[in-house]
């Protein structure tokens, strides 16, 4: 019981980076301090975001002279992708009528895009 509730804490963090990154025009100088960038990479890539979305968070930060961690936030990223360039996920998206930004690493590009 305790492991779920680890967990569910977890994933509400986890949501509440996302929230506060998905209007990060507005993120305070605490928030910049404050992000674990590997989280914010890796919900953007398992959501298929292009890599230059880094650039918004840097836009926002710099405002308080704080500079996301590339580094962490790619890390993040390229994991990510790897969940969502799965040939199932491939087919959801398609089925659903998204769109694919070929962001999908090359040897895992083929089968998304065929699925």
């Known amino acids: 019981m305790r492991i779920r509730?680890?967990?569910?804490?977890l994933s509400l963090g986890i949501l509440a980076a996302a929230?506060?990154?998905?209007?990060?025009?507005?993120?305070?100088?605490?928030e910049c301090q404050a992000t674990d960038w590997r989280t914010v990479g890796?919900?953007?890539?398992?959501?298929?975001?292009t890599g230059d979305r880094i650039g918004r968070y840097r836009y926002?930060?710099?405002?308080?002279?704080?500079?996301p961690n590339l580094e962490q936030y790619q890390a993040g990223?390229?994991?990510?992708?790897?969940?969502?360039?799965?040939p199932a996920n491939g087919f959801r998206v398609g089925?659903?009528?998204?769109?694919?930004n070929g962001v999908c690493p090359?040897?895992?590009d083929e089968s998304f895009a065929d699925a």
């Open 19 to 30: 929230a506060a990154l998905s209007g990060c025009n507005s993120m305070s100088a605490q």
């Open 77 to 86: 990223r390229d994991q990510g992708l790897r969940e969502f360039c799965k």
């Open 42 to 49: 890796y919900e953007d890539g398992v959501n298929g975001y």
């Open 60 to 67: 926002a930060c710099s405002e308080h002279g704080i500079t």
């Open 95 to 100: 089925a659903h009528g998204g769109g694919y």
């Open 106 to 108: 090359a040897e895992l």
């Open 5 to 9: 509730h680890s967990r569910s804490l």
